[in-house]
């Protein structure tokens, strides 16, 4: 603090201090900021669900089925018009669309982590809007995990659903290897 002069009156001194002084946030501001904060974040990840779900239920499964060369939305994945297999993400978006139009059935056959990332995309747009209404923390389940497990989980899923798809494919659906003529998209044996 400054000493007192004396040529200065008390209400020098009392502008002084109060020009000083900041008022100090309180446990509740900090509280209704913090909540503030989670509730951005909420309505950001429920604004991203919302346009996922939302693109998905737009599109027609049936249609992606065909290989529709006039759905401007979608082309045909390169890998499997080159070498008649899907790559690791092909048939997520069919997946996404088929559980979307409810028709899990599909969705599991079209890509088993598709539909699974489906289901977790629902959960998430559960978790933002509790959030948002309750004020109060959500912490998915596997939250609880560690990071290291839960990459690991991801990529085993990731290239277990990829698996089932060329193994299904190939030996039980026969879709795969998809035959390419020439200047067109590929067609089904």
């Not at 951005?40 to 992606?64: K, M």
């Not at 899923?157 to 795969?176: C, D, Q, R, V």
Request: aromatic share 14%.
């Amino acid at each position: 603090m400054s000493e007192i002069k004396p040529n200065e009156t008390v209400s020098d001194i009392t502008e002084m201090t109060e020009s000083r002084t900041e008022p100090a946030m309180t446990c509740m501001d900090v509280k209704k900021t913090g909540q503030v904060k989670m509730r951005l974040r909420a309505l950001i990840v429920l604004i991203g669900v919302s346009a996922l779900i939302g693109t998905s239920i737009y599109l027609d499964p049936e249609r992606l089925e065909s290989f529709d060369p006039h759905y401007a939305l979608l082309k045909p994945c390169s890998m499997l018009v080159k070498y008649g297999y899907p790559c690791p993400t092909c048939y997520m978006t069919r997946s996404f669309a088929y559980m979307y139009h409810g028709r899990p059935d599909k969705a599991f056959a079209a890509q088993p982590f598709g539909a699974a990332m489906a289901l977790m995309t629902a959960y998430l747009g559960y978790g933002a809007i509790y959030v948002l209404i309750r004020g109060k923390g959500w912490n998915p389940f596997w939250a609880r995990w560690s990071r290291k497990w839960f990459i690991v989980i991801f990529i085993a899923a990731f290239l277990a659903g990829w698996g089932f798809k060329i193994g299904y494919g190939t030996f039980i659906s026969h879709e795969f290897p998809l035959v390419r003529q020439p200047n067109t998209l590929p067609i089904q044996k």
